[in-house]
């Protein structure tokens, strides 16, 4: 859809729907990226407010959520390498929490014996660590494929790439996982 020649009233409401409608999933994406929710809500804003400024200058060539998406995924690669360049830690132990529903851990069964229940905190915790572990190109694969279900080719759109690049990449990456997993799956 052309938006060069909308008022500023109808680019307003357009991007309004936009917000509604890719808000969470953007912020959801970039938290399992950064590890951070306030960094994730700071580039969730950063990424709307490119949205809202490049509004009237895109042409519909891609998607809107995959230029959304590429925008974002920009976004966490420059602050990514921001980080590394300060050489600031930051540990894998902590424990991730949200208000977000996606990510917060359901009430159990009580009929479920309670140290089944803490092996299985301990693997969803064990594998978000993991996926944390990932070197980005990894991590973004991961995250956009099997947590947020994009397909191949949307990906590769939003990554710039191409579909086997991105297969190989999830490829290796499920690799890392399976590795870094290992003292879980082998008990």
């Not at 109808?10 to 991007?15: S, T």
């Not at 519909?60 to 980080?83: D, F, V």
């Not at 930051?90 to 009430?107: A, K, P």
Request: glycine fraction near 2%; charge should be negative.
């Amino acid at each position: 859809m052309e938006h060069s020649r909308l008022s500023k009233e109808e680019l307003d409401r357009v991007f309004e729907e936009i917000l509604d409608e890719y808000e969470k999933r953007i912020f959801n994406m970039i938290y399992r990226i950064v590890g951070d929710y306030d960094e994730a809500a700071d580039l969730t804003q950063e990424t709307f407010v490119r949205v809202y400024k490049g509004l009237k200058s895109f042409r519909g060539e891609a998607h809107i959520y995959t230029w959304i998406y590429q925008i974002a995924l920009n976004l966490c690669r420059t602050k990514m390498a921001q980080e590394k360049r300060r050489l600031k830690v930051v540990s894998l132990n902590q424990r991730i929490e949200t208000e977000d529903s996606e990510l917060e851990i359901e009430v159990p069964d009580e009929s479920v014996a309670p140290h089944t229940i803490l092996e299985e905190m301990n693997l969803q915790e064990a594998v978000q660590r993991a996926v944390e572990a990932l070197p980005l190109p990894y991590k973004e694969v991961v995250v956009l494929h099997d947590l947020q279900g994009f397909s191949y080719k949307e990906i590769a759109d939003m990554m710039g790439t191409n579909e086997q690049t991105v297969r190989v990449k999830l490829h290796r990456a499920r690799k890392m996982l399976r590795k870094l997993l290992e003292p879980y799956i082998n008990k």
